[in-house]
């Protein structure tokens, strides 16, 4: 059985934002716990490295998404632009298992926003990731 046949866990639906970035690692799930949004996804062979452990681009770029969307959330506004972000991988995640990307932490500001957000595969620590995210004024045209 192909491994995101397997399904998201409990209380995850299909995630309604998506982007050309992401649209190769579909099926992605989304959760939404007041202003945090959790992202989750079932890890199939097209989210693995040569090695057989998904990828940290797939995992830093999740983390990133699922940070931005919550710092949004808070904030009542569309538009985040990253400005920094770290991550530190704390483990292995493997083909099968359920990765969830749960944002822990929202700091909003007028014009900053700091987020922390912990990658789980089946419940145990994979990463940890730091983001600040800048609100994007709308851009004058010019004349």
């Not at 989750?40 to 969307?69: K, P, Q, W, Y």
């Amino acid at each position: 059985m192909d491994a995101t046949q397997l399904g998201p866990a409990p209380g995850f639906q299909p995630h309604d934002r998506r982007s050309p970035l992401t649209d190769p690692w579909e099926p992605l799930y989304a959760r939404c716990a007041g202003d945090r949004v959790i992202l989750g996804l079932r890890a199939a062979e097209a989210h693995t490295n040569s090695r057989g452990f998904v990828h940290g681009g797939l995992i830093t770029a999740l983390a990133d998404n699922a940070m931005g969307l919550s710092c949004g959330r808070a904030m009542g506004v569309s538009g985040l632009v990253t400005v920094n972000l770290a991550v530190d991988f704390l483990g292995s995640a493997f083909l099968g298992q359920w990765l969830e990307f749960n944002t822990m932490f929202v700091k909003p500001g007028r014009t900053l926003a700091f987020a922390q957000a912990f990658v789980t595969a089946e419940g145990q620590p994979c990463a940890r990731a730091n983001a600040v995210f800048r609100v994007r004024r709308e851009q004058r045209k010019a004349s």
